[in-house]
Nanobody
Framework: QVQLVESGGGLVQAGGSLRLSCAASGSIFRLAVMGWYRQAPGKQRDLVARIDSFDSTNYVDSVKGRFTISRDNAKNTVYLQMNSLKPDDTAVYYC?????????WGQGTQVTVSS
């Protein structure tokens, strides 16, 4: 069982930055593929960025060059550094973990970018 707790969301002006954190329970966090997803009102939940156990990353095109996903296995935490934020980035951001073919979700954290 893996539990995920996100933090770091909030309200920011366009062009600003936020860093999201996701703290995970479990001693085998380092083996999990960790991801950040987002869901805007009325839209589906979509992948934003993902990092695997070898620290290989991938990003959706709309955030490349602006967002950076990273992980600290000693702290069982994955981060999403978001720079140059745009109003279109407004959404609830969810942390995701895939481990041993099981998928886990956090409760989500709201990110609102004002123009």
């Amino acid at each position: 069982q893996v539990q995920l707790v996100e933090s770091g969301g909030g309200l920011v002006q366009a062009g600003g930055s936020l860093r999201l954190s996701c703290a995970a329970s479990g001693s085998i966090f380092r083996l999990a593929v960790m991801g950040w997803y987002r869901q805007a009102p009325g839209k589906q939940r979509d992948l934003v960025a993902r990092i695997d156990s070898f620290d290989s990353t991938n990003y959706v095109d709309s955030v490349k060059g602006r967002f950076t996903i990273s992980r600290d296995n000693a702290k069982n935490t994955v981060y999403l550094q978001m720079n140059s934020l745009k109003p279109d980035d407004t959404a609830v951001y969810y942390c995701n973990a895939v481990l041993n073919s099981r998928t886990y979700w956090g409760q989500g954290t709201q990110v609102t970018v004002s123009s």
